[in-house]
């Protein structure tokens, strides 16, 4: 067979390590979207007087499962 100068690392190794990695992220994305719907399920039974208690009110939500929620 005639070599024609590529190498096997050049186009990619037939290791397991990049869908290591690439399970690894998959499997971080998961379990948040687990834990968001977690915390989704958990504020949206709340009442609005638990959510005062909270700090909190329902058009906050949206912001608390997204991390993004500010007190100001």
Same mark, same amino acid.
């Given at each position: 067979m005639?070599?024609?100068g590529f190498n096997r690392t050049a186009f990619g190794s037939t290791s397991s390590a990049p869908r290591a990695g690439l399970t690894?992220? +998959?499997t971080a994305q998961i379990e948040r979207?687990?834990?968001r719907a977690r915390?989704?399920?958990e504020l949206l039974?709340?009442?609005n007087?638990?959510? +005062?208690?909270l700090g909190i009110s329902s058009g906050d939500i949206p912001a608390v499962i997204d991390g993004t929620y500010r007190r100001c």
């Open positions: 005639a070599s024609h690894t992220w +998959f979207r687990r834990e915390i989704a399920r039974t709340c009442s007087r638990d959510l +005062f208690d």
